[in-house]
């Protein structure tokens, strides 16, 4: 599948990686390409190519920037380029002005997932894969052997069945669809009990699973 | 050991005749006995008392009282009633009043546990359980043999010691130690996803084991 991956952290990278180790035709979007070569501590594992360049490219287009921009950078890649595409969107909008503990920058009676489903309204967001840290996304099994559970939220069941291909194909064995886009506020306000397990824990390898 | 509940619904109810089973001293409060007796269509399985009764006659406290009214109901008890004590919280901040999907009344930058801690410096508040439901709560080990994941947050350490035996009692094989009492921040947060995936899941009986 043609994948544009936009973010350039180490979510964006390790997610492309692994795509282009599917065998995945993956390209990295950034703001300024010539900025994010001079300043990038390693080689991408995917050629990088402007923003727009990349949602063009993409059939599929994966939201790896932070959640308080996300909206802002997938305008920067053009609504013309998303529209009808399935974008899955990793974010959570974490903020950490204040320090630690860092609070959600939206959460409660909205969330990243429907800001942007509303932006882009001619797009198929699906959240997922944003309960857990960028190397278990990729490599569920690398823990417990891939059992544990991760969450599929969005409003189109075409799209929700696109990206649980793709998280099968990442290793992913326990995917559970909670309902439409509105349910990415629960998977995103997970993610504040994440970062207070970090520490007991002495882990980022860690997730749930759903037992029922 | 003595134990007051605080809370009449199918939290209370569920936690008091657990702990009766076990061996406990349970009264359970109430703002007026008679009116609650009135209403009631089951029998009580403790003995019923006031809130101020129920909290002096406890060595340990629940909150088992709705997140948005537990400051509240704490305070009816009187503050002279819970120093020095052990007061669980059990309770979510859920909010109807918008109908389906819930909210959260308090979250994020604070939560209900806070508020007690801070109504009542001189207690001792450990915020567990709220998680699961009622029956989940008490009788862990009907999910998965108990072999899934509870929660404990709070300032004081002697306190969660208590605590913990306490869940072990009720068969919890695997208590968290999250951290101090805003680490509630995060389990009452969980609950918005908990809610969501009722649905999905067809049953109450679920809850989380933590993979690491």
């Given at each position: 599948m043609k994948i544009g991956i936009l973010g350039t952290g180490n979510v964006g990278r390790t997610l492309?990686?692994?795509?282009?180790?599917?065998?995945?035709?993956v390209v990295i979007g950034t703001r300024d390409v010539a900025a994010t070569e001079a300043k990038a501590e390693a080689e991408f594992p995917a050629p990088l190519r402007t923003a727009p360049e990349a949602a063009?490219?993409?059939?599929?287009?994966?939201n790896a920037t932070g959640g308080q921009v996300s909206v802002a950078a997938l305008q920067g890649a053009g609504a013309e380029n998303l529209a009808g595409?399935?974008?899955?969107?990793?974010?959570?909008?974490?903020?950490?002005s204040n320090g630690f503990p860092p609070h959600l920058a939206v959460c409660n009676t909205d969330s990243v997932g429907e800001q942007i489903q509303?932006?882009?309204?001619d797009a198929r967001v699906v959240k997922t894969l944003n309960t857990v840290n960028a190397e278990i996304m990729a490599y569920p099994a690398k823990l417990a052997d891939g059992d544990h559970t991760i969450f599929v939220s969005g409003d189109d069941a075409d799209a929700k069945a696109t990206v649980t291909q793709l998280l099968r194909e990442f290793g992913w064995l326990d995917i559970v669809?909670?309902?439409?886009?509105?349910?990415?506020?629960?998977?995103e306000m997970m993610i504040i009990q994440w970062v207070r397990?970090?520490?007991p824990l002495g882990t980022l390898a860690?997730?749930?699973k759903l037992v029922r």
């Open positions: 492309a990686a692994r795509l282009v180790e599917l065998g995945h035709d063009a490219h993409a059939e599929l287009v994966i595409k399935v974008i899955i969107d990793v974010s959570n909008p974490l903020d950490f509303r932006a882009f309204p669809d909670v309902g439409d886009i509105t349910t990415a506020r629960g998977t397990l970090m520490g860690f997730n749930y």
